[in-house]
């Protein structure tokens, strides 16, 4: 399987997602507002669309890295190291709140505990870190130059969410739930379109 093929669908299973996630996310704050935690069944639907989507997006970073040039190949590495940890974080985190926390009874996703602090690490901090990363590997005009200004944004926009939690007001955070839950997955269809067009070029050349 190419690399374009590989960062075609994964990226699209990222909007795919992304999309479902978003419209989760409105639902919640829809029914329990701004402050208040979002709680079961919507809660356990949203963390499996994370478990789904977090290795789905370590792909996508790899993808990333192929398919910089080779003086860009040190941020696509970096790129891929941050997703890597985020992945690591963000999976153990979901899979411990999905089966023992909820056996036990406890709620691993409410502000302020560890756990959660550990899950916006992982979504503001080196999710951020591996967009912006990301980013710097697309240095083309057209399309390329959309998906790389796409990145930085939501890169950008992660790392100043991880202010809420830092300073204990988590209203600051929803800057990366937007980031993330709104304009990832927007980018991530920019991207799959970038993959289709790579493919299509590989295909014109070998004719």
């Avoid at 993959?195 to 070029?201: I, L, N, Q, S, V």
């Amino acid at each position: 399987m190419s690399n374009s093929v590989i960062g075609r669908w994964s990226s699209f299973i990222v909007f795919l997602v992304g999309v479902a996630y978003f419209i989760a996310l409105l639902i919640g704050f829809a029914t329990r507002g701004l402050s208040a935690p979002i709680v079961d069944p919507l809660l356990a639907v949203m963390e499996m669309l994370t478990l789904l989507v977090a290795p789905v997006l370590l792909v996508m970073m790899a993808a990333i890295h192929g398919r910089a040039p080779l003086a860009l190949k040190t941020a696509g590495s970096l790129a891929f190291a941050f997703m890597v940890l985020a992945t690591g974080l963000t999976a153990a985190v979901h899979f411990v709140a999905l089966t023992a926390a909820r056996q036990l009874g406890t709620a691993l996703l409410v502000w302020p505990s560890s756990a959660y602090a550990l899950e916006l690490l992982a979504w503001d901090g080196f999710l951020g870190l591996a967009l912006v990363f990301a980013a710097l590997t697309f240095q083309s005009s057209g399309r390329e130059r959309h998906v790389r200004r796409g990145f930085l944004v939501c890169g950008l926009l992660c790392l100043v969410g991880i202010v809420g939690p830092a300073v204990g007001n988590m209203r600051l955070q929803l800057i990366g739930v937007f980031a993330y839950g709104a304009l990832l997955p927007a980018v991530c269809l920019l991207l799959f379109k970038l993959f289709r067009g790579d493919d299509r070029t590989a295909l014109s050349q070998a004719a």
